[in-house]
């Protein structure tokens, strides 16, 4: 559509207008709009007047357009002004510029003047750090980026026993840094087996040992691996102390202030190169780990503590190389401290441990976070500083508290690390001394790593994770997860493993588990016995310590006991014995204890040569080693073979001569075994010969029950010979004897009472005189009425046997004696019922006012009682007790009225043993001379001729 058109179709005005600028020639599109502007502008008026409008229009833009010429002159104006700015400013650029390239000019000039002189002074401090004092020792880089591991943290390659006890801890702890080993546990006690009657003389049945630890249960404790304290020596881990001890001069105290100012200089001073600050600190650790020097200065103390905090103060803020030198710094100087506490050079005198600056800086929870590091070199070196840094249980402790345990246990099970491994499992054994951390360990799975470490083929790693289980199983619920996580499997395979070092520390963990009774089983059934008697034969005296103290824990168990036999394993400790190895030659006697309990062995030990080696140890200078020898001894002695062997190898002989020359433990053993041996009459015969008597007598002095009493049991059991109770009686035996059963009753044993009472009865069978001389007679009345039917039987028989004399039915009247046995008529024992009416036929044997007495006490009726019984024994006392009281007329019819008569007519009737119809037939005819109880007896029986007499009767 062209103008025209469209003109037309927006009426007159649009269309004239377009008309008049179409002839001007202008533009159609701006022409249109004018137009439909001005016909809107016109819309409102009814008959606008075009014309009218334009010129009113024209006026108005000819004013806007006066406006804007007024405004662009203006702008002009400015910008006019704006351009003399711009050309100041520009100006003033270019003089900036100026200053800028000067200013870098003379920082490039200062840097480097800087540089110069920092380096310069650097140089004086490195200077000072190598020249004051003695030579600094060359610091070892350690670990996955350098050499060998540093002093006291690497594991020795020839990781061979420093001593008898064990081989020395793979992380072998320097002078400066001494780390106890790991320590065993106690070995369980063997249940022994209470002792069986035996018709007399009685003896004690075998028993196992009594094994005591080898420690007490702290962290410092020996073990099975080493001695405590470093290998090679012996001791405890460093105490803690303060600064000062001994005499230095001033230079001394100068030379460590400026050797610490000089590295901490280098550590501030941010335009020292990187190198110059890796070799102060090099420098520096060489120095703190020289063995040249004096350990400590006094009064250097609060430099150190000053060194100590900037060293941990820059750890956070440097770069992992630097902190790596860092730590092996603090290292160095911790080492440095605990060398001088242990050599004595720094003593507690107020001043604190260089170990609380550690504390007080919180650096216990620093290390656990770089612990976590993803630098090797910097978890390795903090691995080493904590090991060094906790000497004692409360910062043991305090690491495992602030999370290090598990930090540590991390590094086990993730690392691929070789070396970082080795460190983390020495500081994981190191912190396992604290019995709360072997708990923290297990909780925390670094049982369970640590078990499967053992699959590993580095030596070190391996060596250190045996080390590792050698400490956590001395922790009883640790024995139990071991086996739960199948790790005795693993733990005996490393058994067969070609290094002794290792073979000692794995039999080492073994011989700590196998004191659960349940680990026993398992041990056996996963063929660790053969492994650990194999062992025996090692060169190697750890070895052969920890396999033997393996095997004694083991053969607590019976079946144990018999296995060790069957697979050849006591010849091996039976040539144990004669080891120069104190440790190794207890651990072989304490296995034959154990094993000495089963009687194929008992035989077997004597046919191998063993009683004879077990008899030498007795007079070894090591106590333990005198008590499980004298405990295999007495084990051996049950067998009847083995006491005709120890008489033959002057077995006896030694142990009168040791009886007061040793320890309670052992003297308990030795008079066990004389008890047991003096059942063969041979050998009582030569306990007295040795003068043993006099000595047992002296033994009866001994504070400890048990031994008093099998030295009571010992003369009991000699007693029973003529020419040992002779002896007895010379060397005053009887009055000792009396003087035991009147002590105290709370310092009596039943068993003190009932041998002391034995020997009695047995003396009185050749001196009836000395007991009432004594005092024996009161004694043993009084023991009528104890509560133990052993006691009273032989207080019983020993009264039997003295009322054969007469004055002492009198003398026993007059005591009360007599009372005290008619009140024992009502017992239900059959032997005590024996000895007490042989007793009263005794008492009443011619004895008128003894007859009177019994009727008084009512005795009568409890004597026909005992006619209605089944035991022969007391059924004839009775009958001749009944026999001997008829002799009094009174007695005689009481005993006819009270049915007497009557039972005994009964015995002879009826009783099947001829014995017992004879004595009754014999009592019948005492009991005929009174008419009554004549009339009661049948008259066959009466005039039957008499028998002959029996014991005590008329």
């Known amino acids: 559509m062209d103008g025209k058109q469209q ?82 400013f520009d100006v003033a650029l270019k003089k900036l510029d100026e200053r800028k390239k000067n200013i870098r000019l003379h920082q490039k000039y200062s840097d480097n003047c800087l540089k110069d002189l920092t380096a310069r002074e650097s140089m004086l401090k490195l200077d000072i750090i190598q020249t004051t004092g003695t030579p600094a020792a060359t610091p070892q880089q350690w670990g996955v980026f350098g050499a060998a591991g540093a002093a006291g943290e690497g594991l020795s390659q020839n990781a061979a026993a420093p001593n008898a006890a064990a081989a020395a801890p793979v992380a072998a702890a320097s002078a ?13 006690q063997a249940a022994a087996p209470s002792p069986g009657h035996v018709a007399p003389p009685q003896v004690p049945q075998a028993d196992d040992t009594t094994p005591r630890p080898l420690g007490t249960e702290t962290a410092n404790a020996a073990s099975p691996y080493s001695a405590p304290g470093a290998p090679g020596g012996s001791g405890s881990p460093p105490a803690r102390g303060g600064s000062g001890g001994f005499e230095v001069d001033s230079f001394g105290n100068q030379t460590d202030a400026k050797r ?225 996580c199948n790790g005795l499997e693993k733990l005996i395979a490393t058994l067969y493993y070609p290094s002794e070092s290792i073979q000692s520390k794995a039999a080492g963990a ?75 030659v207890e651990n072989a006697s304490g296995t034959l204890w154990n094993c000495a309990a089963v009687g194929e062995n008992r035989v077997a030990i004597r046919k191998l040569g063993g009683l004879d080696p077990l008899l030498k140890l007795l007079a070894a200078r090591n106590e333990n080693i005198q ?45 066990s075994t004389l008890w047991i041996c003096s059942i063969n009459n041979d050998n009582k015969h030569v306990i007295r010969e040795c003068q043993g008597f006099p000595k047992l007598l002296k033994v009866l002095d001994h504070e400890n029950f048990s031994i008093k009493e099998k030295a009571l049991g010992i003369l009991r059991n000699c007693s029973t010979l003529q020419e040992n109770r002779q002896a007895l009686i010379q060397c005053q035996a009887v009055a000792k004897l009396v003087e035991i059963l009147n002590g105290p009753p709370e310092k009596l044993t039943s068993g003190m009472r009932e041998y002391a009472a034995a020997t009695l009865w047995n003396v009185a069978r050749d001196d009836k005189v000395t007991a009432r001389n004594e005092g024996a007679i009161q004694a043993l009345t009084n023991l009528l009425a104890d509560s133990a039917d052993a006691v009273v039987e032989n207080a019983a028989g020993s009264l039997l046997s003295l009322t054969l004399n007469p004055e002492n039915r009198d003398h026993l009247r007059e005591i009360g004696g007599i009372q005290a046995l008619v009140k024992c008529l009502g017992s239900k024992n059959e032997f005590i019922l024996e000895n007490v009416t042989s007793a009263l036929k005794n008492c009443t044997s011619n004895n ?34 009944l026999k001997n009281l008829a002799q009094n007329e009174d007695n005689n019819a009481l005993i006819g009225r009270s049915g007497g008569v009557t039972e005994l007519v009964r015995l002879v009737d009826t009783n099947a043993s001829e014995s017992i119809r004879k004595v009754a037939n014999f009592s019948l005819s005492t009991l005929a001379k009174h008419p009554a109880n004549k009339a009661l007896i049948p008259p066959h029986h009466v005039g039957e001729s008499m028998m002959r007499s029996h014991r005590g009767g008329n």
């Not at 400066?176 to 369980?188: E, G, I, R, V």
């Not at 011989?511 to 996963?526: D, F, G, H, M, P």
Request: glycine share 4%; charged share 25%; hydrophobic share 45%.
């Open 510 to 584: 073994l011989w700590n588990c196998a004191s659960n009774t349940e680990n026993k089983v398992v041990i056996r059934q996963l063929g660790s016995i053969a492994a650990l008697i194999d062992l025996l034969s090692s060169r190697n005296e750890s070895v052969q310590e920890n396999a033997a103290g393996g095997l004694w824990n083991c053969a607590v168990d019976t079946e144990n006991k018999r296995l060790v036999r069957e697979l050849g394993g006591l010849q091996p400790l039976i040539d144990l014995l004669s080891s120069p190895v104190e440790s190794v």
């Open 848 to 881: 008128e006012r003894n007859q009177v007495l019994l009727r008084e006490l009512d005795a009568v009726p409890k004597i026909i009682h005992l006619l209605k019984g089944n035991n022969e024994s007391v059924i004839r006392e009775a009958a001749l007790s």
């Open 260 to 484: 610490i100012d000089a590295v901490l200089w280098h550590l501030q001073n941010k335009q020292v190169k990187e190198h110059d600050v890796q070799r102060s600190l090099s420098e520096f650790e060489g120095y703190c780990l020289s063995v040249d020097e004096a350990p400590w200065q006094p009064g250097t103390y609060v430099h150190w503590v000053r060194c100590c905090n900037g060293l941990l103060q820059h750890l956070t803020s440097s770069l992992p190389v630097l902190q790596a030198h860092i730590l092996r710094c603090l290292i160095a100087i911790v080492k440095r401290w605990n060398n001088a506490v242990q050599t004595g050079r720094v003593k507690a005198d107020g001043e604190s441990s260089i170990t609380d600056v550690f504390l007080q800086n919180k650096a216990l929870e620093l290390f656990v976070k770089y612990l976590h590091s993803v630098n090797d070199e910097v978890k390795a070196d903090v691995a080493v500083l904590v090991t060094t840094l906790t000497t004692d249980l409360h910062l043991k402790d305090a690491f495992g508290n602030a999370g290090g345990i598990h930090a540590l246990v991390k590094i086990l099970e993730q690392s691929s690390n070789e070396f970082v491994l080795e460190k983390a499992l020495t500081s994981v054994w190191h912190l396992a001394m604290s019995d709360a951390n072997k708990t923290v360990i297990r909780e925390a799975g670094g049982l369970v790593a640590i078990v499967e470490l053992l699959h590993t083929e580095n030596d070190i790693i391996l060596e250190n994770a045996t080390i590792a289980l050698g400490y956590l199983t001395r922790d009883d619920a640790n024995k139990i997860a071991i086996r739960k």
């Open 176 to 188: 400066a840094a001494a780390l106890p080993s790991p320590a065993a546990s106690a070995k369980t």
């Open 627 to 671: 008590e499980n020898a004298a405990g295999a001894i007495r084990n051996c002695a049950i067998n009847d073979a083995n006491k005709v062997a120890l008489k033959d190898l002057r077995g006896l002989h030694l142990f009168v001569n040791l009886l007061d020359k040793t320890k309670y433990s052992v003297l308990e053993k030795l008079t």
């Open 7 to 88: 003109g037309e179709e927006q009426g007159d005005i649009a269309y004239e207008l377009w008309s008049i600028l179409h002839k001007h020639n202008e533009d159609v599109d701006p022409m249109l709009k004018f137009a439909l502007d001005l016909k809107s502008e016109t819309a409102s008026q009814p008959r606008p007047n075009l014309q009218m409008h334009l010129t009113n229009k024209l006026a108005a833009l000819k004013k806007e357009e006066k406006e804007v010429l007024s405004l662009i002159e203006v702008k002009l104006h400015a910008k006019e002004k704006l351009a003399l700015e711009m050309e100041k």
